[in-house]
């Protein structure tokens, strides 16, 4: 009996740890919610002058980039290998760098929800 008792503990445990893991993956691996047209977000950006500083071949911005889809045109944006000087004299030291006109800096991926929080900038409703 009391070896039916551990074995139905133990069954009880494996199944419980597989469970938390299938619960993590789905976690880590789910979809990003999709804002769709972000067009007056972007433009909101652009009129409180919050700027990306980025390379074309860095993969976190290209991610930043993709998030926006075509309305990152609106998103102020240096490209740092084409404007060495400018990204020194802000202090860019990784891509991208989101900088505030107050000084405010936010180093590495931000996605839309970091950015909107950061700024005050409203995001489309889901």
């Avoid at 070896?3 to 419980?16: C, F, P, Q």
């Avoid at 071949?57 to 404007?83: A, T």
């Amino acid at each position: 009996m009391a070896d039916n008792s551990k074995k139905s503990l133990t069954l009880i445990g494996v199944i419980s740890i597989i469970g938390l893991l299938a619960l993590a993956m789905w976690y880590l691996t789910r979809p990003k919610p999709a804002y769709g047209n972000l067009d007056a977000f972007a433009q909101c950006l652009a009129k409180k002058e919050v700027t990306m500083y980025g390379a074309d071949w860095c993969s976190h911005c290209q991610n930043e980039k993709k998030e926006f889809g075509k309305s990152f045109k609106y998103v102020p944006y240096v490209e740092c290998p084409d404007n060495p000087k400018q990204c020194l004299e802000k202090g860019v030291k990784g891509y991208p760098t989101w900088i505030f006109p107050d000084g405010t800096r936010l180093e590495g991926e931000q996605g839309p929800e970091g950015l909107s929080k950061a700024s005050g900038c409203a995001l489309p409703k889901l």
